[in-house]
């Protein structure tokens, strides 16, 4: 045979060689890297569906886990499975529905006038800041008619450093809205006061009261340690009223507060509703 056939014979052999061993092992390999897997069928990925995933020391400086697992939105039912159109005979909501009926009979309709204005917009003077607490609804407790409060609550009225709701809120109704009045309300017995002196482990109320803590530190600093009852019960209201001025604090660094404030068209006041006597009063 001359030399030449047999360098094409070894040629055509090494090239058989290499397509055998390719389609030998391209299965296993896609298989394992889950890289090339036409209909994405679970056999195919490289992961489990949950567990941890370990990274070496080597990659990271020091070893770290790394948790997975479904997303919380494949765990949970649709949204919609929750809503079932019905309302539960004897349950609270029938109980809210059935006091709109008698609301609309009684005092909706006895002022049609005044209400259909206010369908067609609002004009309210002041902005009232509160608490969440069910004892101190602001309409109720200063007989403020329809449409004259622009009312947002949270748990101890505080006005948080840089929250994009409060800012939202305070720019519609200063800019909007026109409000001549902003009130930030504390109260007495309020739990985030209260809280201030727990040690909770929930996610985010011990991080939402932290834009109310100064009030506390201010209070400690200026009185006695309290020892009995009635001391407590003197600290926590110095820390309720100390709160209020603390709020009206961190509204002064709201851009449209301080402006609308130096220029004159708004007024800011601190008040505290006293669940005791139903008085309300100005927190100097
Ligand atoms: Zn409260």
Redesign the pocket.
């Known amino acids: 045979m001359r030399a030449e056939n047999i360098i094409w014979l070894f040629l055509v052999l090494l090239v058989l060689l290499v397509v055998v061993i390719s389609s030998v092992q391209a299965v296993p390999i896609f298989s394992r890297v889950g890289a090339i897997d036409p209909v994405g069928s679970k056999a195919a990925c490289p992961f489990p569906e949950s567990g941890s995933i370990s990274v070496p020391i080597s990659m990271l400086g020091q070893g770290l886990v790394i948790p997975f697992g479904p997303t919380r939105s494949a765990q949970e039912k649709p949204v919609g499975d929750h809503i079932t159109g019905e309302v539960q005979h004897g349950s609270l909501v029938e109980e809210l529905l059935q006091g709109n009926l008698k609301f609309r009979d009684d005092v909706y309709n006895a002022s049609i006038e005044r209400n259909q204005e206010l369908a067609a917009g609002q004009n309210p003077g002041v902005l009232w800041i509160g608490?969440?607490?069910s004892r101190?609804d602001p309409e109720r407790i200063t007989g403020a008619g329809p449409g004259e409060l622009f009312v947002t609550r949270n748990?101890?009225?505080i006005v948080p450093n840089h929250d994009w709701s409060l800012a939202a809120v305070l720019e519609y109704s200063i800019n909007y809205l026109n409000v001549q009045e902003i009130v930030i309300c504390?109260?007495s017995?309020?739990?985030?006061?209260k809280s201030l002196d727990k040690d909770l482990h929930d996610p985010y109320i011990p991080l939402w009261l932290n834009d109310a803590r100064e009030a506390k530190t201010r209070v400690d600093s200026r009185i006695m340690v309290p020892k009995t009852p009635e001391e407590m019960k003197e600290r926590n209201h110095q820390m309720e009223l100390e709160n209020v001025r603390l709020q009206v604090e961190h509204l002064m660094t709201y851009p449209s507060v301080k402006t609308a404030v130096s220029e004159g068209r708004v007024h800011v006041s601190g008040l505290y509703y006293d669940l005791a006597t139903g008085t309300l009063s100005v927190v100097t």
Do not use: F, L
Not at 189 to 193: F, V
């Open positions: 608490c969440s607490d101190s748990v101890g009225n504390g109260h017995d309020c739990g985030a006061i």
